[in-house]
C-alpha cells in the first residue's frame, strides 16, 4: 500500500508487473486483485466502479481489468491498455474474449487518476445482455451488447495481466473499488484525488448502508487499499493473483 497518491481514503494499492512473476501452470504474467460478483447470474443487474493510474506509457499490451467466469475462467468483457501509434498509451474495452470486439478506445492521461464505472444486464442470449461504461463521469459506450458465454457467476479482476510473460516492468495504481446497488451510487463523485506526489486525502465515503471495500493483497504487488466507496450491499473482500490459484485464467480462445 502507498499513502503518496491516492483516489480515496489515506492509501492505495501500487501494483507492479515482471516478467519474473508467472501464474503457472498458464505462463502468464499478473498481479491482480479479484472481487466474486454479488449479481452476475442471468436476468440480473450489477454495477461496480473503481480508479486506476498509470504512471508510465504501456510498452506492450497489459489488461487492467475485466469481468470472467467462475469456475470456468470464460473472459467476457476486458480493459486494457497498449501503446498507442505515434506515442503514448491508449486505454481501450472490449466485449467478448479479451476484448475482442473494441468498443471504446481513448488516449490515456498519465499519472492521473481515472474512474471506470460499469453497469451489466447479465444474460447468455446477446440480444438480451447489455454493458454501459463511464469514463472520468463521462458515459463512453451505450448498451452494447455482451453475452455470458456460460451459466456461471462471474468475477471481476484490477490490476496487470498479460497472457505471454513480457520484460516489459509496468506499474498501475488501484483505489476505491466497489459494487453498488445502482448507478447513482458508482457515479458518485470521490473527493478531488491527489496525483503523484500530492498530500493529504480524506477518508472514504460509503454508499446508502454500505462500507468501504478493501481487497487483500496479490504476489509480486499490492492490493487494493482501504477506504473506498462501499455500495449498499458491497464490502469489497478479494483475492490477490500473481499465480493464486483460485483466480483462474482468462480463456484465450
Known amino acids: 500500500f502507498v499513502s503518496d497518491s491516492v483516489a480515496d481514503g489515506k492509501k492505495a494499492a501500487k501494483i507492479t508487473l515482471r516478467d519474473d512473476i508467472i501464474f503457472e501452470p498458464y505462463n502468464q504474467s499478473r498481479v491482480e486483485v479479484k472481487h466474486v460478483g454479488l449479481h452476475t447470474l442471468d436476468g440480473e443487474d450489477s454495477y461496480f466502479a473503481w480508479s486506476f493510474m498509470v504512471p508510465k506509457d504501456a510498452e506492450i499490451r497489459s489488461n487492467i481489468g475485466y469481468w470472467e467466469s467462475t469456475p470456468t475462467s470464460k473472459n467476457t468483457m476486458t480493459f486494457f491498455i497498449e501503446p498507442?501509434?505515434?506515442?503514448?498509451?491508449?486505454?481501450?474495452?472490449?466485449?467478448?474474449?479479451?476484448?475482442?470486439?473494441?468498443?471504446?478506445?481513448?488516449?490515456?492521461?498519465?499519472?492521473?487518476?481515472?474512474r471506470l464505472a460499469l453497469h451489466n444486464h447479465w444474460s447468455q442470449d446477446p440480444n438480451v445482455g447489455k454493458v454501459d461504461v463511464w469514463?472520468?463521469?463521462?458515459?463512453?459506450?451505450?448498451?452494447?451488447s455482451v453475452a455470458k458465454r456460460d451459466v456461471n457467476k462471474l468475477f471481476f479482476q484490477m490490476g496487470l495481466h498479460r497472457s505471454d510473460p513480457s520484460p516489459p516492468v509496468q506499474d498501475i495504481y488501484i483505489d476505491a473499488a466497489m459494487e453498488a446497488d445502482s448507478q447513482a451510487d458508482i457515479l458518485r463523485a470521490l473527493p478531488d484525488p491527489m496525483g503523484m506526489g500530492g498530500a493529504g486525502g480524506s477518508s472514504g465515503v460509503a454508499g446508502n448502508g454500505g462500507s468501504g471495500g478493501t481487497s487483500a493483497g496479490g504476489s509480486g504487488g499490492s492490493a487494493t487499499a482501504g477506504g473506498g466507496v462501499g455500495g449498499s450491499d458491497s464490502t469489497l473482500g478479494g483475492t490477490g493473483s500473481g499465480g493464486s490459484a483460485t483466480a483462474g485464467a482468462p480463456s484465450t480462445s
Open 135 to 144: 469514463y472520468d463521469g463521462t458515459q463512453v459506450v451505450t448498451g452494447a
Open 84 to 114: 498507442s501509434q505515434g506515442g503514448g498509451t491508449n486505454l481501450k474495452f472490449g466485449t467478448g474474449d479479451l476484448g475482442q470486439t473494441v468498443r471504446w478506445t481513448v488516449k490515456l492521461e498519465l499519472n492521473k487518476w481515472h
